[in-house]
């Protein structure tokens, strides 16, 4: 049974920083894209980045660009995020997922199978 399990989020000053983790299981983590969603209550899942199972490439929503970093550890099958110059606009529950490849696929949700169950983010001003 495939499991994902984010951690890290929690509350900070616009301006500051966390780094999401998500460990995965279940699965050959490192043969598997992988990506970073974030959703807000009434809104759909919006991807924030993705990255490919070598991580040589990696692809970001245009909100978040230069302010966070995917990254991982296939030797730990961990997935991360920093995320930097927090917004309040960051506010959100965000969730990992896999993908049905090896390559970053794009940000959309039909592109990622399995998904972990979120952790919050709350960036105030």
């Known amino acids: 049974q495939v499991q994902l399990v984010e951690s890290g989020g929690g509350s900070v000053q616009a301006g500051g920083s966390l780094r999401l983790s998500c460990v995965v299981s279940?699965?050959?983590?490192?043969?598997?894209?992988m990506g970073w969603f974030r959703q807000t209550p009434g809104n759909e899942r919006e991807g924030v980045a993705g990255?490919?199972?070598?991580?040589?490439?990696?692809r970001y929503a245009d909100s978040v660009k230069g302010r966070f970093t995917i990254s991982r550890d296939n030797a730990k099958n961990t997935l991360y995020l920093q995320m930097d110059s927090l917004k309040p606009e960051d506010t959100a529950m965000y969730y990992c997922?896999?993908?049905?490849?090896?390559?970053?696929?794009?940000?959309?949700?039909?592109?990622?199978?399995?998904w972990g169950q979120g952790t919050q983010v709350t960036v105030s001003s």
């Open positions: 997922a896999t993908t049905l490849s090896c390559d970053v696929r794009s940000l959309v949700e039909s592109n990622y199978r399995d």
């Open positions: 279940g699965l050959l983590f490192r043969v598997y894209g």
């Open positions: 990255i490919s199972c070598g991580g040589s490439s990696t």
